[in-house]
Structures are given as C-alpha cells and as structure tokens.
C-alpha cells in the first residue's frame, strides 16, 4: 500500500514538473507574442496558436519566462496576410526584456515606430535588412543605449542621418546601405568609438568625409562608395591600424593620393578608390598586410612608373588613368590595363591626350615606350618673365586706350544691369533663326546660374577627349570640374535647348537630374549644367565583379530592379499627368509611319522594353542599333509572359537572378506589366499612372481562376486600376512585337557621370491627343 502510494505521489510530481516545461512563457508575454502573431499574419508551421512560445514557436528565445530574442529572418506571411502586409509589431512593447529583433528579409512596409527607441529599452540588435521599411530613421533610436548591432540596409529609407545615432556608444555595427540617405555623414559619429563596422554605402550622401572618422580605432570595415562625397582623403584615416577593409569607390573624390599612408594599416587586405578623381604617383605604395592585397584603383588620374607598384602587389583594377612606360612581363590582364598610356598593350589613350596630360604636369612623356619621347617641359617662368617685361614696356602706350575700353564697358554694363533688373522673363535671341524662336521666352529665376563660356572652356579642359562622356542624341556629355571643386556634367546642346531650360523653368521633381545651370553666350553653340551623378547609368551599373581577385560579374538584385522600375515609371508619370501641359520623355521622332510626333504611347513602350530588360538581364541590347536583334529578342521573349502559367517566365528570367517562389510572382507581375507596355496597338497600352501602381502593387495586379467563361478576373472587385490595367492585355499580341522597332537608352538608374535619361533626351511641351496614335514606334 506504501509503495502504490509513493508511486502515485512520484506521478504527480512527473507530471507538474512536465507541465510548467510546457508553459513557461509569462501570460503577458504570451498574449504580447500571440497578438504579433495576428498583426504580421505569421503562418501556424513557424509559431502554432496552441503551442507555448518559448518551447515550441521558431525563432523564439527565452529566459525564465521573459522572452529575450526574436527571429523571423525569411518567415513568410499567410496569403491573406501577404495581400496588405504592413509594419505592425506594436506587441513588442509589452515585451520588457527583448534583447534582440531580427525581422531581415521580412516584408514590413512602413516607417520604423517612434516608440522603438522609448519602449525597448534592452535592445541589443535590430536587424530589418530588406524589410521595404520607408520614411527616415526615427531620431528616437539614439536612446537604445544598449544596442551595439543596427542593420537597416537594403530599404527605402530617406532623409538625413539622425545626429542622434552618435549617442549608441555600445554600436560596433552599423548597416544603412542600399537606402535613399541625403546629407553629410554626421559629426555626432566621431563618438562611435566602439564601432567595428561601418556600411553607409549606396546612398545619395555628399560632403566629405569627416577627419574624425580616423579616431574610430577599432575600425574594420568602412564603405562609403556610391554616394556623392567629394573632398580629398583625410589622411586621419591612417591612424585605423585594425582596418581590413576600405572602400570609398563611386565617390567624387579629389586632391592627391598619398600612396604611403596605407603603410600604416597593418591588417588592410582590400583597398578601393575607383571612380573618382584622385591624382598622384603610386612609388610609395605598400601594404604591411601578411595576406594578399587587392586593388582597385581604376577610373582616376594616377600616373607615372607602373613597374615599382606591381613589385608590392596582386593588383585588381588600374585601368582608366595615366600610367605610362612599357607593361612589364608579369602585368596584369590587358583589361585591368585598359586606357592607360601603356606600350605593349593595346586598348590605350591615344598619344594627344597621353601627351596633353602630361604636359599639363610638366613631365615628359615617354611616348608608349618608343623614341621621339616628349622632351623636358619647357621653362614656363622665364617666357613668363619675358612676357611680364613686354607688357610694362607697352603699357604707357595702352594706357590712355585702356580707359577708354573702361569707360565704355562701364556704361554698358550699367545699361545691361539696368534691363536684367526691370526684366524677369529675357527674351532668348541670341542665336539665328533657325536656332530660336520668335517670341520665345524662359523665367530664368528656375534655372540657377548663369556660366561664362570661359569657365564652361576650364571645367572641360576645353573638351578634352578625356572629358567626353557620351555623344547623345541631343548633344554631346563632357564631364567638367568647376573651380570650387564640384563636379557638374555639361552638355553641348543642338538646337532643342530651349525645350530643355523650358522644362526645367517649370518642373521640379526629384527623378529628374537637377539643373544647375546654363551658358548661352555662344552664338552657335549652348550649353547646359547639370548635376554630376556619381553611380553611373542602368547599362554601366547592371553588373559588377563580385569580388575584385576574379572576373564574374554580379547583376542587380531583384529589390534594386524593383526601384529601377518603379522610379522610371514615377518620372514618365509625372510628365504625363501631372505637367501642365502634358509632356512626353522623348521630342519629335519620325516613327515607322511616318508621323512626326512622339507619344505618350512611344513613351510607354520604350518602357515596357526597360522592364523587359531588367528581367532578362539582356541590358546590352538596348543599346544596339541592330534591329534585327532586337526584334529576334523580342519574339524570343514574350511569347514566354502568359498570365496563364507563371513557370513559363522562367525561360527568360536572368539566369543571376536568385529568387524564391514569393519573388518569381513579382517577376512575373512584372513581365505581364513589360508586355501590356509592348502592346503593338498604341492606343491599348496602359496609362504610366497605372503602369506605377502595378509595379508598386505587384501581387495585385492579376489573379488567374479558370472559370468557365474563361475570363481575366482581379482581386479587387471594383476594378479601379488594375481593371483599366488588364483591359490593354487581352489584345497584346506577341507575334507583332517586334514590329515597333529599335530601341536606344531612354531609362537611366537615376545618375551617373552619363545621366542619361534626364540629360540625354529633348522633351516636347506640346500637349498630345491619343487620337493620332503612330502604329510603330522608334524608342
């Protein structure tokens, strides 16, 4: 009898002890986790209703009933809760130790809360890496004095940097790449002094780069490319003798490249400089680094000996500067050598410009190696010398003639500032009459400075060779440097140049390269200045080396198409429907049907090509001039884009693309949006306001269900836009496709020293009817 009652004490003892294993999170917390559970439509495979938290929910960590940690890197939303998903998460206020988030590669559509930085107070990481998170970062997360690891890359983020971040004196970690972050890199960051890694790369950030950055002693990443910083290299960055690696690529750069201050940094394996405007020889350059070196210090203005740097180095990328001499027997692949003033080599500057720029320097140039060297520069100071003492000789004769060309210039200067004050809106007649037209009149006060053609000759070096960017449709690009040390891109403009400052006297919008102003003093020759944009256009920014030790390109992921997308849509939208007149991208074209006007409908579909483009990966083709090419590629293509079967668009998808299930429906919303651009008939194209809500809601723009009527139904039983979106659909033809013809760049990635699209097009002001629709198309 005592044994059987021992036996059933012991049971009972098992099974209390069993069932607090089973309930160990705290009732608030668990109602907290539950109500995240409903807010971000998490699926019953990862976090099971019935099931505790902490013992069975994935991702979820805790301690004594509090829960410390959360991880949902790559859940996935239920499918009604993926239709409207948004940055719901509330809940996790009430959870009152959590020490971690980590929501990477979950869609969260919104801004960060403000409560974020006032709530979670024992917050140690926060990780929304490619999340879709907008707005700016909440000045309110300087007060999680506990975090040391903030990961916000990869997002919509905009604004400035908050000075505040600089109070997270635990930060070893800071990620806010891949964003659309303005301004300066905040000063308040010179007390990060614990940081170990810094990412602020692929922003629109400009100023320089702080001096105070040096002091950051345990530094050991820093990426600030692709942004718009423009200053010399403080040399402060010296002093970070733990850095591994540096790269301030796809900046603007400038002053003199001091080879010996990497000799200070022990533990450097991978330095990158390229794309900018740094100068200076490279005889002082070594790493004390026991691993191997990588370079990249291609598209600059070094020069001199390549022979002393290749003694030091497994070199990258030097192409694209001045050195000159012959190419030693172990130099690199004739690519990484490509426009430099090499002998041996092929696919150099030209002699003019190898010799200009060294004359500049007044060093000699070797001549590739071969006799007939430029000799030693010429003695400037004495034929200056010589000058100074003709000119006091000849200057008691001038000078009564002197005073007079001042007398004169005075009354005319006074007379013209006398018109300029009395007249807002000048009157362009400068040029002959087939260069203007009567009565034409800009309001100069939108169009920002007036430059002389003197300072237009000094920033282009009197367009040199080396300065020219591209030869466009409208004019020729030069790059320039204005003597505050800004870099500007100057086009040379035909005879559409007033179209040009028309439109920009008028329209302002942030898709647009910025105007910075204009020289209109030659009688047959204008020009426009435009911002310089560092990141390049779409074809030179689709792929990039993975890593700078081998040649395989990586292309643009999914998310970065996307914004491609949807910004090129945005501008074409806003010059369609909210320009007062209407304007379309491109000017007066003769088309295939021999109209001379272009249309909105062109504009469509030389978009819808884009988009094909960012699909397939096939960018090169648009810039062909092969017709043929373009119309085997096309109807190679959409017969593959069906809104019946989605695995069909799996035969053209670009091979480097990685994406999953969740993303190839994205794909495949945007090849059908591609396809309804490319209808053959114009006037059954979609709208550029629909075409942007489509590619902003790519899951809603069609739902398949075959019914028996065989007809196209959408989610929204209303219609709205996707309904007058699908209506162009149902006549788009694949077999008459490559009928429209060829197609040249007409979509930028939003910058670049070419700053294609804004820069390169004339625009038409003239209010456009959809009756007189051409049936072909020239893009």
């Known amino acids: 009898m005592v044994n059987r009652v021992f036996t059933i004490l012991a049971c009972i003892i098992l099974f209390l002890l069993f069932d607090d294993t089973l309930e160990q999170t705290l009732p608030s917390e668990r109602a907290a986790l539950k109500q995240l559970r409903s807010s971000l439509a998490l699926r019953r495979k990862e976090w099971p209703i019935k099931s505790d938290p902490c013992s069975s929910w994935t991702g979820i960590q805790c301690q004594n009933g509090h829960v410390v940690e959360i991880n949902i890197s790559g859940f996935k939303r239920t499918r009604v809760g993926g239709r409207n998903p948004q940055f719901a998460v509330d809940s996790l206020a009430n959870l009152t130790i959590l020490s971690s988030f980590n929501a990477s590669n979950f869609n969260l559509p919104g801004p960060i809360p403000d409560w974020f930085g006032l709530r979670l107070s024992s917050l140690k990481l926060l990780d929304l890496r490619s999340c879709s998170v907008t707005n700016s970062i909440p000045s309110s997360l300087g007060a999680l004095n506990n975090l040391t690891i903030l990961v916000l890359s990869n997002n919509s983020v905009t604004g400035t940097i908050p000075s505040s971040l600089g109070q997270l004196s635990s930060l070893s970690f800071l990620d806010l790449s891949q964003n659309s972050l303005t301004g300066s890199i905040p000063s308040s960051f010179s007390s990060l002094l614990n940081l170990t890694f810094l990412d602020i790369s692929s922003n629109f950030l400009s100023g320089i780069i702080p001096p105070f950055i040096g002091s950051l002693s345990k530094m050991k990443s820093l990426s600030l490319s692709n942004n718009s910083l423009s200053s010399p290299i403080p040399s402060q960055l010296g002093n970070l003798t733990n850095l591994v690696h540096l790269d301030l690529s796809f900046n603007s750069l400038s002053g003199t490249f001091h080879a010996e201050l990497w000799s200070r940094m022990p533990e450097l394996v991978l330095l990158d400089v390229s794309n900018n405007m740094l100068t200076g020889t490279l ?357 593959c884009i069906s809104i019946y079967e989605k695995e069909l668009i799996t035969n053209i998808v670009d091979p480097s693309l990685i994406i999953d299930e969740d993303l190839l429906e994205e794909v495949w919303s945007m090849a059908i949006v591609a396809k309804s651009c490319l209808n053959p008939r114009p006037s059954r194209r979609p709208l550029m306001r629909y075409v942007v809500k489509a590619l902003e809601n790519p899951l809603k723009v069609i739902r398949i269900e075959n019914t028996s009527s065989g007809k196209l139904r959408t989610i929204s039983s209303t219609g709205s836009w996707n309904t007058a979106f699908l209506g162009s659909w149902r006549h788009s033809s694949s077999s008459d496709a490559g009928k429209e013809g060829i197609m040249g760049r007409s979509i930028s990635r939003g910058g670049g020293q070419n700053a294609a699209a804004a820069i390169d097009r004339p625009l038409s002001m003239r209010p456009l009817s959809r009756e007189n629709l051409p049936e072909a198309n020239i893009c």
């Not at 190419?327 to 426009?339: G, Q, S, V, Y």
């Not at 037209?437 to 400075?449: A, I, K, Q």
């Not at 086009?491 to 007033?498: G, T």
């Not at 884009?610 to 990966?617: A, D, F, N, R, Y």
């Open 283 to 639: 005889s002082n350059l070594t790493l004390n680094s026991s691993s191997t070196a990588l370079l990249n210090l291609s598209s600059n203005m070094f020069y001199g000996s390549l022979t002393t740097v290749l003694k030091s180095f497994i070199l990258t990328d030097l192409s694209s500067n001045y050195f000159q001499g012959i190419a030693p027997n172990d130099a690199l692949r004739n690519e990484t050598l490509d426009r430099n003033c090499l002998g041996g080599l092929s696919n150099q500057r030209t002699a003019a410009d190898c010799s200009s720029f060294y004359s500049d320097k007044e060093i000699p140039f070797d001549n590739f190696g071969l006799p007939n060297a430029t000799g030693p520069p010429i003695n400037k100071k004495n034929r200056h010398r010589s000058l100074i003492i003709l000119a006091v000789v000849l200057g008691g004769v001038g000078i009564i003639a002197i005073f007079a060309v001042l007398t004169l210039l005075i009354i005319l200067c006074s007379r013209k500032k006398e018109q300029s004050d009395n007249q807002r809106e000048i009157n362009i007649q400068n040029g002959p009459s087939t260069a203007t037209s009567p009565g034409f009149t800009l309001n100069f006060l939108n169009l920002g400075e007036g430059f002389t053609y003197e300072k237009i000759i000094r920033a282009t070096d009197n367009f040199s060779d080396g300065n020219l960017i591209k030869k466009g449709h409208s004019g020729d690009l030069f790059r320039g440097l204005l003597e505050n040390g800004t870099f500007v891109v100057i086009k040379r403009v035909d005879l559409s140049y007033e179209s040009e400052l028309d439109f920009f006297s008028k329209v302002s919008h942030t898709r647009f390269v910025p105007l910075l102003g204009y020289c209109l003093e030659k009688e047959n020759e204008k020009f426009l200045i435009y911002k310089h944009m560092p990141n390049g256009d779409l074809t030179s920014s689709f792929y990039r080396k993975k890593k700078p030790e081998d040649d395989s390109l990586q292309s643009l992921d999914w998310i970065t198409r996307i914004k491609v997308a949807i910004g090129a849509a945005e501008a074409l939208s806003y010059l369609h429907h909210e320009c007062s007149p209407p304007m379309v991208h491109r000017g007066s074209d003769k088309s295939s049907s021999g109209s001379s006007t272009w249309t909105f409908a062109n504009d469509v579909y030389c978009f819808g090509k884009v988009l094909l483009e960012l699909i397939t990966g096939k960018i090169e083709l648009d810039g062909s001039k092969d017709e043929s090419a373009i119309k085997e590629w096309l109807e190679a293509s959409l017969p």
